[in-house]
């Protein structure tokens, strides 16, 4: 096989997969009674929730502090470059747009998409932690007023319900033949030398190679 | 408790209480498929795209 970089770290991936297990859980959980199948949901569901939590916490202080947290920035020159990458995919420009670093546009915008429905998902579940029965405290529905729970439901809903969009197309581009390179670098941890240097570019993405 | 707007109101699930106020329970259900259906139709025009836009670019 020859070369091979390392694309994720194997915390970065026990952390993926942390939370696409704790997703499916969280979807199933959340909408199978409501399509009719009744079990007992809320445990699963709020210690889904909860792993998810702490997962999310991990990955921030990660990105932070040990990843190159503006990778993940959308600046001018991914505009620029989706702006002329479209112009040469319709022949209006002769010069082959950049290549990009770690994480291209749609990665960014993809991520930003995840992070901010996990972050209302997030912050309305623990909220709404303070109606059930936990090892740690006993339930207190009375503790906001009904208008104020019922926007909290709201906007958990609404996450939730974005969840369902999202991960089904994450799980479609996953699978998608010409992406597999990546998903096995989300198993495996590595890309080989041609797939990185087919699709980045070594100025602005230059990943360990793999002992 | 601030009132629903009426236009709202399709879009949520309410129900009223003993007092026979109205009390925001949540998002309506309905809107679920909605959501579904965007991930499924995104699939289905990605699919089309690749299969009669993208070889007829000029590049690839």
Known sequence: ?211 | MPEIPEYLTPLLRVESNAWGQEILLGLSWELTWIFLAGGLGFITLHQLYKLLIEPKLIRK
Do not use: N
Not at chain 1, 5 to 11: E, F, G, K, T
Not at chain 1, 40 to 64: Q, Y
Not at chain 1, 148 to 173: E, K, N, P, R
């Open chain 1, 1 to 211: 096989m020859g070369e091979k970089y390392i694309r994720h770290h194997l915390v970065d991936r026990l952390f993926h997969w942390l939370i696409a297990v704790c997703m499916i859980t969280l979807l199933l959980t959340g909408f199978l009674p409501i399509a009719g199948l009744q079990f007992s949901w809320v445990d699963p569901h709020w210690i889904a929730g909860l792993v998810f939590s702490v997962a999310i916490v991990f990955h921030i202080v990660r990105a932070l502090f040990w990843q190159s947290f503006w990778s993940m920035i959308i600046g001018l020159r991914d505009l620029k470059g989706a702006v002329h990458s479209v112009k040469w995919h319709l022949g209006k420009s002769e010069q082959a747009p950049e290549k990009p670093g770690k994480y291209p546009l749609l990665h960014k915008l993809y991520h930003h998409s995840v992070a901010t429905m996990s972050s209302i998902s997030v912050a309305t579940g623990i909220l709404m932690m303070i109606k059930i029965d936990t090892p740690w405290w006993e339930r207190d529905p009375y503790f906001f007023e009904d208008w104020v729970w019922g926007v909290i439901y709201v906007l958990h809903d609404l996450a939730s319900m974005f969840f369902i969009t999202l991960v089904t197309i994450h799980i479609y581009f996953g699978l998608r033949p010409e992406k597999l390179w990546m998903t096995r670098g989300m198993i495996k941890g590595w890309i080989t030398k041609k797939e990185y240097e087919d699709h980045y570019d070594p100025s602005k993405w230059e990943p360990q190679k793999l002992d």
